[in-house]
């Protein structure tokens, strides 16, 4: 019912665009031509991208909250280092993804305020604690692997900024999965304890995992107007199916279990079977239920707050050299 009310919102929306610009766009993008901020767009294109990048650019800040949450307990030096760093990395796909979310008209401040107010969302799996460092491993190799997983066919989205800021996401990501697989090689070749904290790390983790590629196909509106207008070049599923078929083979290689009876290999399709996400969960997770969703937007608002003379500062700098720039 409700996705049958959102085709028929979206079919209005495009049948009342002028039919010669809306096929002259179609056939631009059929062509694998990049559309640029200034070309003439469908509303629900523009409107679907400020969706989709918005989400994602909330999603990498979110992101930020459970692995700061160790950079002060991270167990050496070397990992305090490295930590920080991707998670400097992550503020950085942040800022270039409202910068390109930005070329279609909205502003930095609307997006934040919808955060902020819980209007937005961004991706669920964010809303789940970080309760050991084997997390942190568990999460460079199964999160940041699910995202670029996402983001690799991103690089050829059709709109053109957002393509462009993936291509430097998606090498930083490399690097954030391989660390987050040194964690959990080094995690599961030491003692008896260590082992088990990486295997309850990927217990916990696996999941969310999956669930990161979003609802199936059957239950996903937004998928065939979004690979029609080449936004998306892949399916949920078919996101969902590399993902597993690239990441099962590494647990096998680490001697740890992924949490799933169901899992078989399946020489037919030449992938894995697996079992059914929960996503009863997932809902209730999108629904803002995630078990630290309150404090993820409470860290959030304080942090917005907390440093909103950076802001003033900077604006007011800016504002200086602006002055001079025209007294020159
Ligand atoms: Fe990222
Ligand atoms: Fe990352």
């Given at each position: 019912m409700y996705t049958t009310e959102l085709d028929k919102q979206r079919h209005t929306v495009v049948t009342q665009e002028d039919p010669e610009k809306l096929a002259a766009f179609e056939a631009r993008v059929a062509a694998d031509d990049f559309i640029e901020p200034k070309d003439w767009m469908p509303e629900a294109y523009r409107k679907t991208l400020i969706r989709q990048i918005s989400q994602h650019a909330h999603s990498e800040v979110v992101g930020m909250l459970p692995e700061g949450n160790w950079i002060t307990r991270a167990p050496s030096l070397r990992r305090k280092a490295v930590l920080l760093a991707k998670v400097q990395d992550e503020g950085g796909h942040g800022l270039y993804l409202y910068a390109a979310a930005e070329t279609?008209?909205?502003?930095r401040d609307e997006m934040i305020e919808a955060l902020h107010s819980g209007r937005a969302k961004y991706s669920t799996?964010?809303?789940?604690?970080?309760?050991?460092?084997?997390d942190i491993g568990a999460i460079g190799w199964l999160v940041d692997g699910a995202a670029i997983m996402n983001q690799v066919p991103l690089q050829r989205t059709s709109y053109g900024p957002y393509a462009r800021a993936m291509v430097r996401v998606c090498k930083e990501e490399s690097f954030h999965q391989r660390q987050g697989y040194e964690i959990m090689m080094h995690l599961a070749a030491g003692t008896p304890d260590q082992v088990r904290m990486a295997q309850d790390a990927l217990n916990r983790w696996w999941w969310p995992s999956l669930m990161m590629?979003?609802?199936p196909d059957a239950d996903s509106p937004n998928t065939a107007q979004s690979m029609r207008w080449r936004?998306?070049?892949?399916t949920n599923d078919e996101l969902r199916q590399k993902f597993v078929d690239i990441t099962v083979p590494q647990a096998d290689a680490l001697g740890l279990?992924?949490?799933?009876?169901?899992?078989a290999w399946n020489e037919t399709k030449g992938g894995y079977d697996f079992g059914a996400v929960d996503w009863e969960e997932f809902y209730a997770v999108v629904r803002?239920?995630?078990?630290v969703a309150k404090e993820r937007m409470k860290a959030r608002r304080e942090a917005w707050e907390s440093n909103a003379w950076v802001r003033e500062a900077a604006a007011a700098h800016a504002e200086k050299k602006a002055a001079k720039r025209e007294a020159a």
């Open positions: 279609l008209g909205i502003s799996i964010f809303n789940y604690p970080t309760l050991t460092w084997a590629f979003g609802p936004i998306k070049r892949d279990k992924v949490p799933d009876p169901d899992l803002g239920e995630g078990p």
